[in-house]
Structures are given as C-alpha cells and as structure tokens.
C-alpha cells in the first residue's frame, strides 16, 4: 500500500528533490507552495504524513502547524518540520507548535526518507 505524504513547501528545488527521493520509494506526494494552501490540500487529502516548512509565505510554518493540530481529523497525522532554521530553540519551537519530529535543511539524499519514516511506522 503506497502511503500519502503532504509536502508543503514554496522552494522548486527543495519540493523537487523531496519529491524525486520519496517516490522513489513508493510514496505518493501531494504538495502546496504556502501555508493556507497546504492546510486546504491537507483537509481533502487526508495525508498520512505532513512534512512542513518553517519559513512559508502568507503564514509561518509554526501557524500553518497550530491550524493543522486544530483540526479533528489531523491531530493524530504526522508532522515533521523540514527546515533551515537550525539556530538554538528553533527545534523546541517546532515542537511547541505541534510538529512531530524536525529535519534540517539541506535535506541528505541518504537519510531523508529513512528519517521520516520513522513517523509513519
């Protein structure tokens, strides 16, 4: 059974690679270039997984999380922050803000997908 991931992410690159390495495991990817976006494909996708960018426009990702956490149907579904804020407290923040887990941008080709499918097991 493939699985769904929401990738909410505005950088082409960065939607591109994430995208390339997942479903070259077998996932499907869904994606949304800012906040609101991903939070509406969220409620009718339904994803098993959301990974989320910190730095969005329109809303940051620390309130695109609280919106989703919100919402009955998403407060079970994974979300893993995927960003390159790497200051001290910036992982404490995602945490507060809902996220599930936190991945450092630049992503490693290598260890990406085994990172995150450590919220899906």
Known sequence: MS???LLIE????????ATFLLEQR??????ASDGPA????ARS?????ILLDIQLPLMS????????RA??????TPIVAVTSYAMSGDRERCLAAGCDGYIEKPIDPE????EIERFLN
């Not at 996708?45 to 997984?49: A, K, S």
């Not at 990702?61 to 989703?68: F, K, M, P, S, T």
């Open 45 to 49: 996708e339904t994803p098993d997984l």
């Open 61 to 68: 990702g620390y309130e695109v999380a609280r919106a989703l």
């Open 10 to 17: 505005d950088n082409e690159q960065n939607r591109y690679l």
């Open 3 to 5: 699985r769904n991931i």
């Open 71 to 76: 919402l009955h149907s998403l407060r079970k």
């Open 111 to 114: 260890t990406f997908v085994t």
């Open 26 to 31: 077998g996932y499907r990817i869904a994606w």
């Open 38 to 41: 991903g939070i509406a494909m």
